[in-house]
């Protein structure tokens, strides 16, 4: 076993005493993370930490990854919006658990390299969009689970409005440097929220969330 691949059963053996449900950590396993950071840090691929990946932009921290994709209740039949494709990393873990991952990315240099390592690896059911004025992505709704690898202030009601009855929404709100990771399920009787615990996140630049 080489050092990355002891690093990676360092990170998901700790994972699975963290995370609930295996088939998350299963998804997390099967998912190279090398194939998505910069070449500078190929070797801190499996630390448990965000790295950057360009344009102001981050992997996000693996746990965090698998805290937020766990809160999704994934059965395997959803289509899925993610915001925030970013190296496509998470895409990739969501696209292990769902039936279609649709994510939308701001910086077209970003999702242009994401679309490349997800071809790579062989992916079919990830479309990679450029994210719209309009957060989210009107073309697909409603989706089952709507992710967001951004802050915003408050949760944005047109995200809502893309999310199918039961479906789930996670996001983090708050501040530009600090936020409450927030699990919202859409029910007919009123919305359920479960808060997660605090996180750092990019800010989420859009209509109804941040201004650039």
């Keep these: 076993m080489n050092r990355l691949e002891a690093a990676k059963a360092d990170l998901i053996r700790n994972l699975s ?13 099967r998912v190279p993370r090398e194939a998505f950071v910069p070449q500078e840090y190929y070797d801190a691929a499996y630390e448990d ?3 950057s990946i360009g344009f ?6 693996p746990f965090i990854v698998a805290l937020m994709i766990q809160a999704l209740e994934l059965k395997g039949d959803e289509k899925v919006l993610e915001l925030g494709t970013g190296s496509g990393y998470e895409a990739a873990v969501l696209a292990e658990l769902a039936k279609q991952v649709i994510t939308v990315e701001r910086v077209p240099e970003l999702a242009a390299s994401a679309r490349q390592a997800l071809g790579k690896l062989g992916y079919s059911n990830i479309k990679v969009n450029i994210a719209s004025e309009t957060l989210g992505w009107l073309e697909d709704v409603p989706y089952g689970a709507i992710i967001v690898s951004a802050g915003a202030p408050s949760i944005p009601q047109v995200l809502l409005g893309q999310l199918a009855w039961g479906g789930r929404l996670v996001i983090p709100t708050g501040s530009r440097w600090q936020q409450e990771l927030v699990k919202v399920t859409k029910l007919k009787e009123g919305n359920k929220l479960e808060n997660l615990g605090i996180c750092y996140f990019v800010p989420l630049i859009g209509e109804d969330a941040w201004e650039e």
């Design 17 to 29: 005493l963290e995370i609930t449900d295996k088939r998350v950590v299963e998804a997390m396993k």
């Design 49 to 51: 930490r965000p790295l």
């Design 56 to 61: 102001g932009q981050t992997i996000s921290q």
